[in-house]
């Protein structure tokens, strides 16, 4: 059973910076490329960013956070990470954690990804 557990959410103002980390058990974590959703209460979850299972060679970010989002990841510790700076209003969301069933990020990476966390809450203040 795979199990991801997701933290470093919390409250920041708008331009602040937040880290996320994500630890995930139950699945061989370098077979997959990983990645970051976001759900805001009523809309659908988005994409964040994907990373390929060697932290490099195919990353996607969505275009509402290219710039400031940096993903990355460490097959040591099985972890996800997701730097978040210049953080906006409208960043804020539940972040979930979530696996590819393959190596790469494609072209539809976002609709690919399956979340197994509980989230980690994003609230960033104007």
């Known amino acids: 059973q795979v199990q991801a557990v997701e933290s470093g959410g919390g409250l920041v103002q708008a331009g602040g910076s937040l880290r996320l980390s994500c630890v995930v058990s139950?699945?061989?974590?370098?077979?997959?490329?990983m990645g970051w959703l976001r759900q805001v209460p009523g809309k659908e979850r988005e994409g964040v960013g994907c990373?390929?299972?060697?932290?490099?060679?195919?990353?996607f970010y969505a275009d509402s956070v290219k710039g400031r989002f940096t993903i990355s990841r460490d097959n040591t510790k099985n972890t996800l990470y997701l730097q978040m700076n210049s953080l906006k209003p409208e960043d804020t969301a539940m972040y979930y954690c979530a696996a590819d069933p393959g190596v790469w990020c494609t072209s539809g990476w976002a609709g690919r990804l399956d979340a197994y966390g509980q989230g980690t809450l994003v609230t960033v203040s104007s």
């Open positions: 990373v390929g299972w060697n932290g490099g060679g195919s990353i």
């Open positions: 139950g699945l061989k974590f370098d077979d997959h490329a």
